[in-house]
């Protein structure tokens, strides 16, 4: 199914002729998955170098850092005035837009996913261009979004997630990370596993904060898997979990470490060496 063959579900007058595709994606500067996640996207769509909204409707993708042909709907929107700003020192021209956003299409917001090959460098596309490649993938039971730390016996999240959780410094997650030490694992998809503890002075939160800077955190299997010779997408096959926590004044982990590497056969059949 066509993505504009649904919207004339929610929004009958919207068309093609009549809407501009927001296609968001890396910018140089900010990661636009990451900032509608952050709650942002809005405000950041607000701004922009030249009159780009120029039609009636606009309907507003983001692309998935992951996956360069997914993007996710954020919503429909029509521009309803718009403010230009001369260049300054610290700027350059630009405009800022008001939007009202259409209620009617909500629903959909963060759960409907569409698939298109469109690579082109045109991040504003007209309706018209694209009505034949914006293809209706899959819709989610749940929103796209990172909610608040959901606790220790919840945590399943991908590497892009922590990514993510890391880059925007999300404060629920920080803290409760932060707040304990404890015996985690990574999942590989290939069913490879691997054993680790956080020791450190900010518990968990610091020793997954290297996995979202290095990916490998410095462990030689890792290092040797995931390292400068690895594909980039390589370390999105990645999940994190928590096995155990333990208090922030606990002084020897090692002996639970081991225990778990036992138990799941993480020597044999995954990461760790020791």
């Not at 140089?28 to 909204?53: C, I, M, N, T």
Request: some cysteine.
């Amino acid at each position: 199914m066509l993505l504009f063959d649904l919207i004339k579900l929610w929004i009958p007058e919207c068309r093609p002729e009549n809407t501009k595709v927001h296609l968001a994606r890396w910018n140089q500067h900010e990661e636009p998955h990451d900032v509608y996640l952050a709650g942002d996207f809005e405000e950041w769509q607000r701004w922009q170098s030249k009159h780009y909204f120029n039609r009636e409707y606009v309907l507003s993708l983001i692309q998935l850092p992951t996956d360069p042909t997914r993007w996710v709907y954020v919503g429909i929107y029509r521009p309803i005035g718009k403010t230009f700003h001369e260049a300054t020192p610290e700027q350059r021209d630009h405009y800022v837009y008001d939007f009202e956003r259409f209620a009617a299409a909500d629903e959909w917001r963060g759960r409907l996913y569409v698939r298109s090959p469109y690579k082109e460098r045109n991040s504003f596309p007209t309706g018209e261009r694209l009505e034949q490649e914006l293809i209706v993938e899959e819709l989610t039971r749940e929103p796209d979004m990172m909610g608040s730390f959901p606790g220790f016996n919840r945590v399943d999240i991908t590497m892009a997630e922590l990514d993510r959780i890391v880059r925007n410094h999300l404060e629920s997650w920080r803290s409760g990370l932060s707040s304990v030490k404890g015996i985690y694992l990574i999942t590989d998809k290939n069913g490879s596993l691997y054993v680790g503890k956080a020791d450190g002075a900010d518990g968990i939160w610091e020793r997954w904060t290297t996995y979202a800077l290095t990916t490998h955190g410095n462990n030689v299997a890792l290092m040797e898997e995931f390292g400068l010779a690895a594909p980039p997408e390589r370390k999105f096959d990645l999940r994190f979990s928590i096995l155990e926590i333990a208090p922030k004044t606990a002084t020897d982990l090692d002996k639970r470490e081991t225990h778990w590497k036992q138990v799941l056969g993480s020597r044999v059949h995954g990461y760790n060496r020791n």
